[in-house]
């Protein structure tokens, strides 16, 4: 039985969350588009952008021996397909820059060379209500 794109899309987010908290970096060197932007907006206001390369060193340090299973949490909120685009709205509980932070993601995707690759990310963060 074929996969949908949303039911193909929806697997490669939960691909991008396994590879991110174990920080697998040739898994994510072929889900983020060599073009990705990451832009993160803090709860104080301070606007971080970063390119691949940047990205990549932020997870591998982030994640350094962390245990992936105490980072799996997610809620998708919406994801949609649009021809050769998608679209995924997500919250996460992960440890990026700092305690266990809450994370609102709006993750723009690409179906190029024959996978969906991330091309930009905007992330929302502020510390974990449950952490606190």
């Known amino acids: 039985m074929t996969q949908t794109p949303e039911q193909a899309l929806q697997d490669k987010v939960q691909d991008l969350m396994t590879f991110g908290t174990s920080a697998n970096m ?3 060197d072929r889900i ?4 990705i932007v990451v832009m993160d907006l803090s709860i104080d206001g ?3 952008t970063l390119d ?6 932020l997870i591998g340090e982030s994640f350094k021996d962390k245990i992936p299973e105490e980072h799996m949490w997610s809620k998708i909120h919406s994801l949609t397909v649009s021809g050769d685009r998608g679209h995924v709205l997500i919250s996460r509980k992960i440890p990026v820059g700092g305690p266990r932070m809450h994370i609102d993601l709006s993750i723009d995707f690409v179906f190029e060379e024959g996978r969906w690759q991330v091309t930009r990310e ?10 606190t």
């Open 26 to 28: 040739a898994e994510l």
């Open 32 to 35: 983020y588009h060599d073009d």
């Open 46 to 48: 301070r606007l971080v």
């Open 52 to 57: 691949k390369q940047g990205f990549m060193a």
């Open 122 to 131: 905007v992330n929302f963060s502020r510390p974990d209500a449950d952490a």
